[in-house]
């Protein structure tokens, strides 16, 4: 199994070659790694340290679904020196990885479930990894209806676009694209994603699962939002990716109330954040 360090030394990062760099923004891009015919071993929601040398690592959420066989995908914002060079790797360099770490999305628990998912930016990043999964041939009759919402601030902020669009192309689920603020070509909704979701769709909240991610301030407001509807907070669930440092539960610097991200998440339902507002 790719990636499984279990019975390994936990601190050893594999390399992995990069078979391919997709730019998504002009500070993100997505990384396609080769596992040289292996399968990852993780599961939506989880997350690996990536190892740049000389460099140092950081964090990531894997953005791919495990029914992808064979290669692995980090979408990365250039945010500090880590992500700095990473974001000058070329393809065929190699990218060292240490994992899969973390908590995952409950997956037991959404199968059988209708599923509204709710992102925002790069939020999108590690929702897609269980979007993908929904989506799969072989999954998707274990899933009710889907209902994907995502939105940016404009229209160059939005990541995936060459996957948004099959996404708009399937019958099997709907779709809905906003952006903050639009611009010439903008054809599709403006407005802001809280507002969006109260304002265009409509389900039995008792019927329905919501899986959300991205900004802070959009996710105090889409909770606020989903609360409004009706949804409760053992059915809303996020995931968090603040302050994590060592993945392994050991710097402390991930801390939130009393969970650490890296361990007890990064995968939480609202009903576990709602005493422990302003922390994420
Ligand atoms: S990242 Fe070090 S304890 Fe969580």
Redesign the pocket.
């Known amino acids: 199994m790719a990636i499984d360090l279990e019975n390994k030394n936990i601190y050893l990062p594999r390399l992995f070659r990069i078979m391919e760099i997709i730019p998504e923004t002009s500070d993100i891009k997505t990384f396609r790694l080769d596992l040289e015919g292996e399968n990852s071993s993780h599961l939506p929601g989880q997350f690996a340290e990536l190892f740049v040398p000389g460099v140092g690592e950081a964090p990531i959420s894997i953005t791919s679904s495990p029914t992808q066989k064979g290669i692995l995908e980090f979408s990365i914002k250039r945010t500090g020196l880590v992500t700095s060079a990473i974001h000058r790797l070329n393809s065929n360099d190699r990218l060292g990885i240490r994992g899969p770490y973390g908590n995952t999305f409950p997956i037991s628990d959404l199968t059988g479930q209708n599923l509204l998912f709710i992102a925002g930016g790069i939020g999108l990043a590690p929702l897609r990894s269980l979007i993908n999964y929904v989506l799969d041939t072989e999954k998707r009759n274990q899933f009710k209806k889907v209902i994907i919402l995502y939105g940016a601030r404009s229209p160059q902020d939005l990541v995936f676009k060459w996957e948004l669009k099959k996404w708009q192309m399937r019958d099997d689920i709907t779709f809905l694209l906003t952006v903050d603020r639009g611009d010439d070509q903008w054809k599709s909704t403006v407005g802001l994603v809280p507002n969006v979701l109260k304002e265009n769709i409509q389900v039995n909240p008792l019927e329905w699962k919501s899986i959300i991610c991205g900004p802070p301030i959009m996710i105090k407001f889409t909770i606020k939002a989903l609360l409004e509807m009706g949804f409760q907070p053992p059915d809303i669930i996020t995931t968090l990716e603040m302050r994590?440092?060592?993945?392994?539960?050991?710097?402390?610097?991930?801390n939130i109330g009393p969970y650490?991200?890296?361990?007890d998440g990064p995968v939480f339902t609202y009903q576990q954040l709602q005493n422990i507002p302003e922390e994420y």
């Not at 994590?244 to 991930?254: D, Q, S, T």
Request: proline fraction near 0%; aromatic fraction near 6%.
């Open positions: 994590m440092k060592c993945g392994l539960g050991k710097c402390g610097r991930c650490y991200v890296c361990k």
